[in-house]
């Protein structure tokens, strides 16, 4: 009932891989940015990574660099968090977000949002 539902999260060790997914019910998918973020209790929702409408160019937070890669498949309406080497820092409720304008690192540009889905990485 929700434009974005996450999926995929859980707990994992150290050094582990997850792959999130968020499916949209959004019309017209593939004309809108999308984007990760991650948020603990007590601090502010930070970026991630984000991808334009096409697929044509991505983006990452320097702390994520080289472990994640997000990518989307307009035909399913899917966007993806593959995420590789995982350490306890990783740990927060990550959050998908769609965006009509141009992509951004600033979570007041996305316009719709799903509820999250819960990382756990222990040490």
């Known amino acids: 009932q929700v434009p974005l539902v996450e999926s995929g999260g859980g707990l994992v060790q150290a050094g582990g891989s997850l792959r999130l997914s968020c499916v949209a019910s959004?019309?017209?998918?593939?004309?809108?940015?999308m984007g990760w973020f991650r948020q603990n209790p007590g601090k502010d929702r930070e970026f991630v990574a984000a991808?334009?409408?096409?697929?044509?160019?991505?983006y990452y937070d320097d702390s994520v660099k080289g472990r994640f890669t997000i990518s989307r498949v307009n035909a399913k309406n899917t966007v993806y968090l593959q995420m590789n080497s995982l350490q306890p820092e990783d740990t927060a409720v990550y959050y998908c977000?769609?965006?009509?304008?141009?992509?951004?690192?600033?979570?007041?540009?996305?316009?719709?949002w799903g509820h999250g889905t819960q990382v756990i990485v222990s040490s």
């Open positions: 959004l019309r017209t998918f593939s004309t809108y940015a």
């Open positions: 977000a769609a965006g009509k304008r141009v992509v951004t690192t600033n979570p007041a540009d996305y316009d719709y």
């Open positions: 991808i334009t409408w096409d697929g044509g160019s991505t």
